[in-house]
């Protein structure tokens, strides 16, 4: 992680009690500013193309069970605000993602007929709910692997739901009686390993956009702590007021705008974001701009400003590039079809042009035909590969070459 992240208070948090981390200070930093982006509430943000964008961000730590100590860095991430919002972390952090209704159940609003069954005007076999007036919810999902496999189930609508909660916050099931959220402000922390993530979460998911509403973080153990002793965190008075008064000044302060010197800094910097990237890789980091906007807010109000500065985006953008840099670890040499995957590292490795027949044989002739016409249109489309012209004992025939662009990604495996 470039330095920059690690700016103002919350870099000064992470330095001072990283001597009794076991865990990644990285997996500490990215759990402080999720919960600290959920603690604040649903009145600090920005504009950006149309759309209002607030301080809840989805984040996920990828890394080896139980050595990685992903569980740790929450314990630490989040002890100065189990120390100043005792009730936010009581009653606002929920588990088990495993449907839409458990997702909206925690923070629904009251019943559209609640007035009417309270007075006994209307009769039900279940009580009126008279909704919850805290919209704060932060998911800790420890086992994500297994909320990926009941999203597959037939029927099972979760994942629109949390694309929702990260767009807008409004959520209604379709049901003759729905459960509704209005201005919800939700977080998620997932853990998970990357062989249970490349197994369990289907393509469907990295298509539909679920995915790349995450930032993904690879974690690791950083050192070994044979017997630790306890987080005090009252031995900082000063860090806790500082979290302190910026939790009052993200709960009051509404609309934050850049400086005119960081808008003139973004406007530079949208133009290295906006092309994207190839394949699912593209697709898992495609909302880049808007992440690093919401991250650089989170420090801002850290910062207790009342504008974005260039500082702020610089730290927003060196979480962003970790997590990039992490995605290109777990996606980076996939195109999300197996057999286009297959043959484009056949065209990386024949780059003068590889006819359909050479890639029957690739296959050895076992593939159905659509599936290979499939894997090339998915190739050409995403940007890996070039259809073209080659010449084959005098006549030419249809081939595909491997783009520029395709041969020079890095993979960091």
Request: some cysteine; aromatic content about 10%; glycine content about 8%.
């Amino acid at each position: 992680m470039n330095e920059l992240a690690y700016r103002g208070i919350a870099g000064d948090y992470i330095k001072r009690i990283e001597d009794q981390m076991e865990c990644d200070p990285i997996a500490t930093l990215v759990t402080l500013l999720t919960c600290f982006g959920n603690i604040i509430g649903r009145k600090a943000h920005f504009h950006q193309q149309g759309s209002d964008h607030f301080t809840n961000i989805f984040s996920c730590l990828v890394g080896n069970t139980a050595k990685a100590r992903k569980g740790t860095s929450f314990r630490f991430g989040s002890a100065v605000f189990r120390e100043l919002e005792p009730d936010w972390y009581l009653k606002n952090i929920h588990s088990g993602l495993s449907s839409g209704e458990g997702f909206i159940n925690p923070i629904r609003d009251a019943d559209d007929d609640y007035e009417d069954r309270k007075q006994g005007r209307k009769s039900y076999d279940d009580a009126p709910h008279p909704g919850v007036s805290d919209k704060r919810m932060l998911v800790k999902q420890e086992e994500f692997a297994a909320t990926f496999k009941v999203v597959d189930r037939s029927g099972n609508n979760l994942t629109e739901y949390i694309r929702e909660a990260w767009d807008s916050g409004n959520l209604q099931t379709m049901t003759k009686r729905p459960l509704r959220v209005t201005n919800g402000h939700i977080s998620i922390i997932g853990h998970i390993t990357k062989a249970e993530l490349l197994k369990t979460m289907a393509a469907t998911h990295v298509a539909n956009g679920f995915g790349n509403r995450f930032l993904w973080f690879c974690v690791r153990r950083r050192r070994m702590i044979s017997w630790g002793t306890k987080l005090d965190i009252t031995k900082f008075p000063d860090l806790l007021d500082s979290f302190r008064d910026a939790i009052t000044f993200g709960r009051e302060i509404g609309r934050i705008d850049p400086s005119q010197a960081a808008l003139e800094y973004w406007d530079q910097l949208y133009q290295q974001l906006s092309p994207g990237l190839l394949g699912t890789l593209g697709m898992m980091t495609s909302r880049s701009e808007p992440q690093v906007l919401r991250l650089a807010m989170i420090y801002a109000l850290l910062d207790c400003s009342p504008r974005i500065e260039i500082e702020h985006i610089r730290a927003g953008l060196a979480i962003w590039e970790y997590a990039e840099n992490s995605a290109r670890y777990i996606w980076g040499n996939r195109v999300g079809n197996p057999v286009a995957d297959q043959i484009l590292k056949y065209l990386k490795a024949n780059r003068e042009g590889v006819n359909r027949k050479e890639i029957h044989k690739l296959f050895n002739n076992n593939r159905p035909a659509e599936q290979i016409t499939q894997a090339l249109s998915d190739l050409v489309e995403m940007g890996f590969a070039v259809k073209t012209t080659i010449e084959i004992k005098g006549r030419r025939v249809d081939a595909w070459k491997p783009t520029d662009q395709a041969v020079g990604i890095k993979y960091y495996l």
